[in-house]
């Protein structure tokens, strides 16, 4: 709810500072004494229109600063934080600054935002009737989901929403499997012509690195071959290696039992050695055995792996991704052949999905239909106390053209009225007349007390060119909304500041240089003689305090 309102050179406003509480405010006061700056005021903070005329005579610039608390849970933060803008769990601060010049800034949580982030949240938290244009039920996007909330039909809407997302996956995916085909069609040769070449080159994962490895050995065969004769060499023979090592094994055994065990370890390492120069001979054997030295293999090893990476540059591939994209273009060969089989298997899944929509759609519009009926009922029963007996509400709830159907269905729901008996029924908006239009939101208003979130209502003279009990009607429906948020009101009827929780009176005073309106909270006696100036008029009497009480005592004020 809105918890304080301060306002800097707006108008004939200099400097401003209410705080506001649940329930029902009233605001009054003579004719011209600053009503309606007061709304000005808050619209602007709200992100509404700016005009440089709002600026106080003398001053460089206004500003507008609005603070609401807010439950935890409200969707506003949700909105605030999906926008980069900080919030806290518990209040949440609009402000607007507007130069002599016309142009505005805002601010949310005094952090810079554009004017269109801060109307639409202004619009989430406070809902005027009566003084702008642009009011939330006179807007025709608004009305199906309030018939949603006012019937309870989220379980329907969102069966509705879960079966439009089907039907639309589906309609993805068929038109995918489209253009893929299509575009298959179109590359179907060249496609063709490259697994071809794939097919049979028939590349292997790892194979450039093994082909690359085998050229570099036998590129250096001879050179190999040289170096492991010269070591065969050196380890056979009169004079090689191991005939070294067997002579001195010989020598030192034939003198072994006269040591004493002292050539033991020497023995032993000689033996030692002698097993591992005899295994190093059988493993150059083996690498010799293994050699190719067949010019022809080096040859077609560089033709194979030449043919490799000319393939892999062709396709902007690496060498070890020419499998892959074998396995690719087998797949699109496949889906060309399988192509229309697997578009029919997808249009009939989306058929089917599209039938689930029309059939939850439909179900959704029967209960709107039903819904409907019940809503104009529950309205007529408000306007007959609010002297609009002669008008009459309807809900139209319609079907909308294919094109535009959506999650939330495909009806179009608009709140129209006919002013008169036989005149045709139009959009509640166009109602001409300023008073009825208000009271007119507020029969809606007290329908739809439940089913909107807005918490905080504003009404600008709702009561205007009604009294009487007329006028105890209209403070009675608003003493009710107070219930369940928080109202304020600017009125000029008794009956309806009778009911008020909060009373302020908006005066204006000669302030040199110039005129200023100021707000002051009545007390229950300042109460009552304002209640008994707007019963009386100019001259307050006796009569008028007694019935400014009997009032009071009326609505337990």
């Known amino acids: ?37 007061l709304l000005d005021a808050l619209g602007l903070a ?28 409200s969707p506003v933060f949700a909105v605030l934080e999906d926008r980069g803008v900080d919030a806290s769990e518990e209040n949440l601060v609009l402000r607007r600054v507007l130069g ?41 996007a608004t009305h199906r989901s309030l018939l949603d909330a006012y019937g309870g039909l989220d379980g329907a809407v969102e069966k509705t929403r ?44 790892g194979e450039e690195t093994t082909l690359a490895s085998e050229r570099g050995l036998m590129m250096n065969a001879e050179k190999l ?34 040591s004493g065990g002292r050539l033991s370890e020497t023995l032993a390492a000689l033996a030692r050695a002698q097993s591992e120069a005899t295994e190093a001979d059988a493993l150059l054997e083996s690498v010799a055995a293994g050699l190719d030295m067949d010019p022809n293999s080096l040859e077609l090893a560089e033709e194979r792996l030449f043919a490799l990476r000319a393939l892999a540059r062709k396709h902007n591939v690496e060498v070890d991704g020419l499998a892959d994209l074998a396995k690719a273009l087998a797949g699109q060969v496949q889906a060309l052949e399988d192509g229309n089989a697997r578009l029919a298997e997808l249009a009939k899944a989306e058929q089917a999905a599209r039938e689930d929509y029309e059939k939850a759609a439909q179900t959704l519009s029967r209960s709107r239909t039903t819904e409907a009926a019940k809503l104009d009922t529950a309205v007529a029963g408000e306007l007959k106390p609010l002297k609009l007996e002669k008008a009459v509400f309807s809900t139209s709830v319609s079907e909308l053209a294919e094109a535009s159907w959506g999650p939330e269905g495909r009806d179009k729901v608009v709140f129209q009225v006919a002013t008169n008996p036989g ?11 300023g008073g009825e239009l208000a009271r007119f939101t507020l029969a809606l208003k007290a329908v739809l007390a439940q089913a909107d979130p807005v918490q905080t209502l504003v009404f600008d003279e709702v009561d205007s060119g009604v009294g009487g009990a007329v006028a105890d009607a209209v403070g009675e429906r608003l003493d009710f909304l107070a219930r369940d948020c928080q109202v304020l009101v600017v009125t000029h009827s008794p009956q309806v500041a009778a009911r008020g929780t909060h009373h ?54």
């Open 504 to 557: 302020w009176l908006v005066s204006k005073s000669e302030a040199d240089p110039s005129v200023l309106t100021s707000v002051d909270a009545l007390d229950d006696g300042a109460r009552k003689e304002e209640i008994a100036r707007m019963l009386a008029g100019a001259t307050v009497t006796d009569e008028a305090r007694a019935a400014a009480d009997s009032l009071l005592d009326g609505t337990g004020s």
């Open 162 to 205: 879960a079966a439009y997302a089907r039907w639309r996956a589906a309609i993805h995916a068929r038109e995918t499997a489209e253009t893929d085909l299509e575009a298959a069609r179109r590359d179907q040769e060249y496609i063709t012509h490259a697994l071809e070449e794939l097919t049979t080159l028939d590349p292997k994962p």
């Open 46 to 73: 709200l992100g509404m229109r700016a005009e440089a005329r709002l600026v106080r005579h003398g001053a460089d610039k206004a500003s507008v600063t609005a603070a609401f608390e807010l439950p935890a849970d």
């Open 100 to 140: 002599k010049d016309g142009r505005s800034k805002a601010f949310i949580n005094d952090q810079p935002v554009g004017v269109q982030l801060l109307k639409e949240i202004g619009e989430s938290l406070v809902e005027i009737h009566g003084q702008f244009e642009s009011q939330r039920l006179l807007n025709e």
């Open 423 to 433: 005149a045709p029924a139009g959009p509640i908006g166009k109602i001409s007349s």
């Open 1 to 37: 709810m809105l918890t304080t309102l301060s306002i800097r050179d707006v108008v004939l406003i200099g400097r401003l500072d209410l705080s506001f509480e649940a329930g029902l405010s009233v605001l009054t006061g003579e004719t011209g004494a600053g009503k309606s700056i």
């Open 225 to 258: 071959v040289t170096a492991m004769n010269a070591a065969a060499s050196d380890l056979h023979g009169d004079t090689g290696a191991l005939t070294r090592l067997q002579d001195a094994l010989k020598h030192l055994e034939q003198v072994a039992e006269h």
